[in-house]
């Protein structure tokens, strides 16, 4: 095995060499060492993908499609998603410069940020918040501007916008919202979007709205902001989540035409084109498997009121989720507030694996992250053991 010549001139970013790795991968992955464990630390749906799906990649490789494509996406697609987008945002987006397909939605936050930030720029994210945001912001060359919304039952209010984009001044150039959230599972109504439309507006601010937990969301309409000030956003979603789809990295952007095509220009250095076989399976879920996410969505509600009872029964506090499937739980007072420390003995004594909410920001001490993204003999038996460890330790 090759080791690198110590005489190399000195090499590595300076900027990446500040941040440090994923901490839920890297708690995940030091977790997954203790036999035994459920894990219930990833994103990743346990559904399989829709079978009409799977038939539409087949064909494509029947059919040899497995040469470039266009940088932004097949047109097909970009037709499909505008369509799409039209029926659930009410939305005219252009599929020739408005809409781009990416390598899955992190991609397409990342080549947002790289295009349109430029060193020291100010991001509003308010927290909880996935951490990609945080560092995907800061591989770009900004700065993030923590809005704490713990207080607020973790939904941001205008005055908490207002106070943190006075305060950042004109370097404050970008918010990004994720809704229904990672990890609180809280989205916004209507009127409470309407209101933070108005100070976005107000400071002519750009949103990038990451929404693609859009489908899953449980106990009201999904509504978007780009229905409301659609000069201003750049709206993200993808496939992984609705459809069960997260290995085959297929997300998406859309937004005005002058601020893409300094997206389009990253995206197309950083990846070419998307891998043609995910385009076709994403144009027929699109096209004929838009009822898919309803099975999805009905049984994370059902695994998200189960967990609910559970959890309140063994002393958490919780916010209702109303979308995604996580939820953020606050560790109760007795076992203190090192979320990590209460985390990693949980792993260990009762095999059962959590997130601890301390990396996803501002608000977040004291709170673990659950997904319910497992089959319901996982969760019964993860609460099994969640209450055999609190009886042994009372």
Do not use: W
């Not at 309409?221 to 979603?237: E, K, N, R, T």
């Not at 992984?240 to 990295?249: E, I, L, P, V």
């Not at 859309?254 to 385009?279: E, I, R, W, Y």
């Amino acid at each position: 095995m090759p080791a690198a010549d110590p005489n190399l001139r000195p090499l590595g970013n300076q900027v990446l060499a500040q941040i440090a790795p994923s901490a839920i991968r890297a708690f995940d992955n030091e977790i997954s060492q203790i036999p035994g464990i459920i894990k219930l630390t990833l994103g990743e749906p346990d559904f399989a993908v829709p079978d009409h799906v799977k038939e539409a990649v087949i064909r494509g490789v029947q059919a040899d499609d497995s040469h470039y494509g266009p940088s932004a996406g097949k047109l097909e697609l970009r037709q499909a998603i505008a369509a799409y987008l039209k029926k659930t945002r009410g939305v005219d987006y252009e599929p020739n410069g408005e809409i781009i397909v990416t390598d899955g939605a992190t991609e397409a936050i990342s080549a947002a940020l790289i295009g349109l930030l430029n060193p020291g720029d100010k991001v509003l994210v308010p927290t909880p918040a996935f951490s990609l945001y945080f560092t995907n912001t800061e591989m770009a060359g900004g700065e993030v501007v923590m809005i704490d919304t713990s207080s607020s039952d973790f939904t941001l209010t205008p005055e908490q916008l207002e106070t943190a984009i006075m305060a950042s001044g004109e370097r404050a150039k970008a918010i990004i919202l994720n809704y229904p959230c990672n990890p609180t599972g809280k989205t916004y109504t209507k009127g409470e979007l309407e209101a933070l439309a108005e100070v976005i507006k107000k400071h002519h601010l750009l949103a990038i709205c990451d929404e693609i937990y859009s489908e899953l969301t449980f106990d009201h309409d999904h509504y978007s902001l780009a229905s409301m000030i659609p000069g201003q956003v750049v709206l993200v979603s993808g496939l992984s989540k609705s459809h069960a789809m997260t290995g085959y990295r297929l997300g998406y952007l859309a937004g005005p035409a002058a601020v893409m095509a300094k997206v389009t220009k990253v995206h197309s250095f950083l990846v070419t084109c998307v891998d043609n076989l995910a385009q076709d399976a994403a144009i027929e879920a699109l096209t004929k498997g838009l009822d898919d996410p309803i099975v999805f969505r009905e049984a994370y509600k059902r695994r998200r009121d189960f967990l609910l009872g559970e959890l309140a029964e063994m002393g958490f506090e919780v916010t209702r989720p109303e979308g995604a499937f996580y939820i953020f739980a606050k560790i109760p007072e007795k076992f203190g507030t090192d979320d990590f420390a209460f985390a990693v003995d949980l792993a260990k004594k009762a095999k059962v694996g959590l997130i601890p909410g301390s990396v996803f920001g501002a608000g977040s001490e004291g709170y673990v992250r659950l997904s319910y993204a497992a089959s319901d003999e996982k969760l019964f038996e993860v609460a099994k053991r969640l209450k055999q460890y609190f009886a042994e330790l009372a």
